[in-house]
């Protein structure tokens, strides 16, 4: 056991996926009990919102479940967390949440439970501010000398300083000279705001000086309003730092204390308060953040540093006096007291570990067991070393790595189910380990690994194609991957039937080649059907639609047709890939196919609507289970406090109205459940229903494979549906971006679009009116001459550059906006700006 490592006190892991940094973790008396022991509270990026009271817990057992007091999810991302005396017709204690477009302030009050279940902890709103630009940190104080009372500042993106005086707004201002926002804090020693600016350095704004500035609610604005007689906003000192800063933090821990700390990149400044230099570090590290915490001696400070070789560093001053492995690199921490514990240092990770540790070190009773010493076999060692040397010359003359092939082996039913079985062989050119399909290899040796597929389900999949990942350590260490794509029969999922006469859908599909029989191209289908001519093809899907297909006899025309929309998607693929293959093998090179009928946009719109309808039901649920287990709780725990009651009472009809909540839940919780598999289905259903829009589309317009990429990854930017994403909010975002960038009807249109496109939170919307809108419109711009290219001309004119990866990180993040720009002879980077991820 190490002396130099911190000693775990508690840990939790929040959620899966989240992210979290600076401002998303304070610690403080936040439900206001007047114990003096702090709780911790944490914030995510996801918009969850959790309240901790950590207690000792021993390492072979999980984290105690009472731990958490609270977690609730809200709408938007959060920024940061704040305690602090935010109301003003109270002296509590309350929690100030920013969000990107919003400032709220809650009131967090526990219930004593009367039962062993323990207490009820609740988050109540008392107000909010709804910001009209997006935020970017905050800071909270005694502006102006009041005292009793603190006051909210909020810093925008765009270099606004906003200032909040309880629940009403103050004023606003500018900073002078911005350009991107820095850590900001309030010194109420001075009365005075500290921020870092672009130019970095440390700049000291007087809250009078910002008070009496014009008011203005631009920076053109204020530059106009100064020019015109105004009060010009001017820091009253700076110092230059050289570098960016990574916090700031002016600590108040004593009356003689009066020191401003700044964290660089590569430094570490301790200014006094009138700018003036006390001491600097020069780090041997990147640190990740800090904290002041402590006067041990007049004159000095101890803080805590922490770097990203996951180190907790104590300094007195420039001196170290300590240091500790942590098991993650954190991006905040702070100092708490708990009912068994004081002084343990709090640490939060970037992925969400939290974690309560201590310095020092606990006894171990471990005691080494003694090894028998030997002597070394001297011809052993060398003969060990030679076939190690061997193993390595090998190995760089080769080059390792693995050369696999995949084959279908196998075409067998069960219990009238189609399957194909699937062989990978991998042929091994070195010695490799740790393979992800569980086999050890040696040199020049091949394993075949089979598996099964088949249908699984009441419904057709939205594609056929799947894809074997191998990863490997190749000799040297380093990790490989190798990746190979199959697709599977068309057979697996459908058997040949008589076509149908009469159907509700069709779409027809032109070749510049002569007609050719269908028995020819669906070779394996043709066998059992019961058209002769090989002019017509019926495939009967297992889940139950019927697709037939139809070859004219005099043109070069094909007709698909069904009473399922999105179910002719598997078969015009199929028509359009066994094309290609067979005319490539006939030497034909200018082969070329088409769609020339109207796009099916009403057709399509049915699987919007039907999916989106299913998505408002699973919202509606949710709210329902969520009332209807408030309300069973509640009746749970006046049961148990009138059983526990000595003196018998009356229940009152209390448990035939439990039992008629609990059927109630669970009717709704089975409703929930069969709604969310047909929501599944429907999202398949629209996977499909998309993929052939997009197949038509670019058959149409003769789009390429990296314009029709395009459009696929901004007609399906998502493969499944989440309960914080969904596929409305991200397809619209995307078809809008389009529309804005390489779409728009000019260069001027979209230099202006783009200029004022702002943030804006992704939901679920109110209906699908305005998606439909935007795919009918992106349809008709491709159709008039729109193009959909990385680098044609009218784009490198206006500055735009699309591609489908771009456009699928754009949905995933939620919100972007694109800053472009170009040169005579090339485009710039581009520099993305993701305000809620």
């Known amino acids: 056991m190490s002396l130099f490592k911190a000693r775990d006190w508690w840990s939790a892991v929040l959620g899966e996926g989240e992210e979290f940094d600076q401002g998303c973790l304070c610690v403080g008396d936040v439900d206001n009990s007047g114990s003096g022991h702090d709780k911790v509270v944490v914030g995510?990026?996801?918009?969850?919102?959790?309240?901790?009271?950590?207690?000792?817990?021993?390492?072979?057992?999980?984290?105690?479940?009472?731990?958490?007091?609270?977690?609730?999810q809200l709408q938007n991302a959060i920024i940061q967390v704040e305690l602090g005396k935010f109301v003003s017709c109270s002296d509590l204690l309350h929690l100030a949440v920013l969000h990107p477009r919003k400032l709220s302030v809650f009131s967090i009050s526990g219930?004593?439970?009367?039962?062993?279940?323990g207490d009820q902890y609740q988050l109540k709103l008392v107000y909010e501010h709804n910001l009209q630009r997006t935020a970017c940190s905050m800071t909270h104080g005694t502006f102006g000398g009041v005292s009793g009372h603190h006051s909210l500042c909020v810093q925008s993106m765009d270099g606004m300083l906003m200032f909040f005086e309880q629940e009403s707004y103050s004023f606003g201002r500018f900073l002078p000279g911005f350009l991107l926002p820095g850590p900001l804090v309030y010194n109420p020693r001075t009365d005075s705001f500290l921020t870092v600016s672009s130019a970095r350095q440390l700049e000291s704004y007087k809250y009078e000086t910002l008070a009496v500035a014009t008011e203005a609610e631009t920076r053109q604005d204020q530059d106009l309003s100064v020019n015109s007689g105004g009060k010009r906003l001017t820091p009253d000192w700076v110092f230059v730092l050289g570098e960016q800063a990574l916090e700031v933090c002016v600590p108040s821990f004593s009356h003689s204390s009066s020191f401003i700390f700044i964290l660089g990149e590569r430094n570490l400044y301790c200014l006094r308060d009138n700018g003036q230099i006390h001491f600097m570090k020069k780090l041997e590290f990147n640190p990740s953040c800090f904290l002041p915490y402590a006067s041990v001696r007049d004159g000095t400070t101890?803080?805590?540093?922490?770097?990203?070789?996951?180190?907790?560093?104590?300094?007195?001053?420039?001196?170290?006096?300590?240091?500790?492995?942590?098991?993650?690199?954190?991006?905040?921490?702070?100092?708490?007291?708990?009912?068994?514990?004081?002084?343990?240092?709090?640490?939060?990770?970037?992925d969400g570990h939290l974690l309560c540790s201590y310095m020092g070190t606990d006894p171990s009773f471990f005691s080494t067991p003694k090894v028998d010493a030997r002597e070394a076999d001297y011809e052993q060692v060398e003969a060990e070393m030679k076939r190690l040397q061997k193993l390595i010359r090998e190995a760089t003359r080769t080059q390792g790595g693995i050369a696999a092939a995949d084959s279908l082996t196998g075409y067998q039913t069960r219990l009238g189910m189609p399957i194909v079985t699937h062989e990978l062989i991998s042929q091994v050119l070195v010695f490799i380990q740790y393979i992800s399909l569980f086999f050890s290899a040696d040199i020049g040796s091949s394993t075949s690994v089979k598996f099964s597929a088949f249908l699984n389900g009441r419904y057709l999949p939205a594609d056929l194609k799947g894809e074997i990942t191998v990863s490997y350590n190749s000799p040297t260490g380093v990790p490989k991957i190798l990746q190979s794509t199959f697709t599977l029969p068309l057979a697996l999922v459908c058997v040949p039937s008589s076509p149908a006469k009469t159907t509700k859908f069709k779409i027809t599909l032109d070749t510049n080649q002569a007609p050719v029989q269908l028995s020819s191209i669906f070779s394996e289908f043709s066998i059992k059907s019961e058209d002769k001519d090989g002019n017509s093809l019926a495939f009967q899907f297992l889940p139950g639609p019927k697709v037939t297909l139809l070859a004219s006899k005099t043109s070069q025309r094909y007709r698909i047709q069904s009473d399922s929309f999105e179910d002719m998607w598997l078969v015009a693929k199929e028509l359009v890939r066994r094309f290609d293959q067979y005319f490539s093998k006939l030497g034909v090179k200018d082969f070329k196919k088409s769609f020339s009928g109207p796009l099916p946009l009403q057709e399509y719109f049915l699987s919007v609507d039907h999916h989106f309808q299913l998505r408002v039901s699973a919202k509606q649920y949710q709210d329902l289970l969520s009332e209807q287990a408030v309300q069973?709780?509640?009746?749970?725990?006046r049961l148990l406090t009138r059983f526990k009651d000595k003196t018998p009472a009356p229940l009152q009809n209390l448990d035939t109205l439990l039992d008629t909540t609990y059927n109630q839940v669970m009717a709704l919780a089975d409703a929930a459940e069969e709604n969310h598999t047909q929501l599944e289905e429907a999202f398949v259903r629209l996977r499909g229903s998309t993929q052939l829009l997009v197949l038509l589309l670019s058959l149409s317009q003769g789009l390429t494979p990296e314009q029709t990429a395009i459009l696929e990854a901004t007609l399906l930017p998502l493969l499944q549906d989440t309960p914080q994403l969904g596929w409305e909010e991200s397809c619209d975002a995307a078809v809008s971006h389009l529309l804005r960038t390489c779409l728009s009807r000019s260069p001027k249109d979209q230099a202006t679009s783009l200029a004022h496109t702002g943030a804006q939170i992704l939901g679920l919307p109110r209906d699908t009116d305005r998606l439909k809108r935007h795919i009918s419109l992106l349809c008709d711009r491709i159709a008039k001459g729109g193009r959909l290219t990385?680098?044609?001309?009218?784009?490198?004119?206006?500055g735009l550059v699309c591609n489908p990866q771009q456009l699928s990180l754009f949905c995933l993040c939620g919100v972007f906006r694109v800053f472009l720009q170009h040169d005579r002879n090339n485009l710039a980077e581009k520099n993305l700006s993701v305000h809620k991820c």
């Open 44 to 72: 995510s990026y996801m918009g969850m919102l959790r309240i901790f009271s950590p207690h000792a817990s021993k390492s072979s057992e999980e984290v105690p479940a009472d731990a958490q007091l609270l977690e609730v």
């Open 111 to 117: 219930t004593a439970g009367n039962v062993e279940h």
């Open 790 to 798: 990385l680098a044609s001309e009218a784009n490198c004119r206006s």
């Open 302 to 350: 101890n803080l805590l540093l922490c770097n990203h070789t996951n180190m907790l560093l104590v300094y007195q001053d420039v001196t170290l006096k300590w240091a500790a492995q942590l098991p993650f690199v954190p991006v905040a921490t702070r100092l708490a007291n708990f009912p068994e514990l004081k002084g343990v240092v709090t640490s939060l990770s970037s």
């Open 632 to 637: 069973f709780r509640a009746i749970q725990r």
